[in-house]
């Protein structure tokens, strides 16, 4: 069973800084692809981005937060990272870090929160301005 432990979330001002971690337990486990998701009170679990873990590793993250957000290189199978950078109060939500056994060459298949198997608790993350 894997299990998952996010940290790193925090309450900060509008143009700060965070860097998320997520570390990965309780293989040996049959890890392809490591998603981040978020969720705001009363909307719906969106995503954040992704780190496909086998074949060609590669990240990326979701439109609209391009360009402040990014998956570290230095995330592998046992710990992924979110680097989120001038964060505004829209970003406030509980982050999620989850797990697939599976990887996809359609990257929009990467944004389902039903293809992942297991899922951490979340880590608060509150933007004031």
């Known amino acids: 069973q894997v299990q998952l432990q996010e940290s790193g979330g925090g309450m900060v001002q509008v143009g700060d800084s965070l860097r998320l971690s997520c570390v990965a337990s309780g293989g040996p486990f049959n890890s392809k692809a490591l998603g981040w998701f978020r969720q705001a009170p009363g909307k719906e679990r969106e995503f954040v981005g992704a780190?496909?873990?086998?074949?060609?590793?590669?990240?990326f993250v979701a439109e609209d937060v391009k360009g402040r957000f990014i998956i570290p290189r230095e995330s592998d199978k046992n710990t992924l990272y979110l680097q989120m950078d001038n964060l505004q109060p829209e970003d406030s939500a509980v982050y999620y870090c989850?797990?697939?056994?599976?990887?996809?060459?359609?990257?929009?298949?990467?944004?389902?929160?039903?293809?992942?198997?297991?899922w951490g608790q979340g880590t608060q993350v509150t933007v004031s301005s």
């Open positions: 989850a797990h697939s056994g599976q990887y996809w060459s359609d990257t929009s298949t990467y944004r389902w929160p039903t293809n992942y198997e297991y």
């Open positions: 780190f496909r873990i086998v074949g060609v590793k590669y990240s």
